[in-house]
């Protein structure tokens, strides 16, 4: 039986950990030639060899994709190992929940820098590439490519004290909209996936400072247990391969229901 994404090439920020890890992990077992990113090159080196055991072509990229230099030559690797881009997960992000409205400006900028920035700079210069590629080849009316962001449910909160990841969450959700209708002539599909009590690697930290922040996600949330990364995944795979082909400018929550009646009194993502 053939796998969803074979043949294709995927694109991943964030790759070295947590959600972003199981993506890559799900997307190599789909078939997908992969061009993992990120900061965290000894996890990065690890998950690559990994998942190279299992057959895929896979190759790596360290560095800080706020910096533009860093993204053209994230490209350029790209291009120098494989001949198109047909999938791009932008799952690099930072999950800091405590940011009041005092608290110091270059935090704030940090925040919209990294869940914003990143995301437009790259998903840019990558919705380039795939027009480019398919300038030459016949229109069969099917999309030349999909963009998943990964997002949170904290878009649609608003404590004070996630303020910044609150409102950077929020703005990538409308980037992804925008995006979604800028690249529709261009039929680049671009869709998200807003996660909560999903069990990733910041979840996981929070969990082992304060053991009482986990019965009260399970009490908050409808379905009454927490997600695993890889049902955060599974959502990216199928907004990235041609299962959803008729869909773009999607925000998918994957939160058991949380967001629908959500009891927690602070955030805890």
């Known amino acids: ?45 690890k998950e690559a060899d990994l998942i190279r055991k299992g057959g895929s072509h896979v190759e790596i990229f360290c560095g800080d994709l706020r910096q533009n230099l ?23 992000r930072q999950v800091t929940i405590s940011h009041p409205l005092d608290s110091d400006d270059m935090f704030f900028e940090e925040l919209m820098s990294q869940n914003v920035g990143v995301n437009l ?68 599909r671009v869709n998200a996936v807003a996660i909560g009590s ?4 910041s979840l996981r930290a929070k969990l082992a400072k304060n053991k009482f922040v986990l ?3 399970i009490a908050a949330t409808p379905l009454g247990r927490l997600g695993e990364a890889s049902e955060a995944a599974e959502a990216v795979l199928f907004l990235a391969s041609e299962k959803s082909s008729f869909i773009t400018g999607t925000i998918l929550t994957v939160d058991g229901g949380r967001s629908l009646l ?5 955030a805890a993502y």
Not at 148 to 165: E, F, G, K, Q, W
Not at 198 to 201: A, G, L, P, Y
Not at 262 to 266: F, L, N
């Open 198 to 201: 999903v069990m990733s690697s």
């Open 1 to 45: 039986m053939e796998k969803l994404l074979e043949k294709k090439t995927a694109i991943i920020t964030g790759a070295a950990n947590g959600v972003g890890q199981i993506i890559s992990q799900k997307f190599s077992e789909e078939g997908a030639n992969l061009i993992l990113a990120d900061m965290d090159e000894s996890n990065l080196k």
């Open 215 to 217: 019965e009260d996600l």
């Open 70 to 92: 860093t993204i053209k030559n994230l490209l350029a690797l790209s291009a120098k190992t494989f001949k198109n881009i047909d999938i791009l997960v932008n799952a690099s």
């Open 121 to 188: 700079k790259l998903s840019r210069e990558v919705a380039k590439k795939m027009i480019a590629q398919n300038i030459s080849q016949p229109d069969s009316g099917t999309a030349i490519g999909s963009i998943v962001n990964l997002s949170s449910i904290a878009s649609n909160r608003t404590l004070p004290d996630t303020l910044a990841y609150s409102v950077s969450s929020a703005a990538l959700d409308q980037l992804t909209k925008s995006m979604a209708i800028s690249l529709a002539e261009s039929k680049i």
């Open 262 to 266: 959500d009891r927690m009194p602070a």
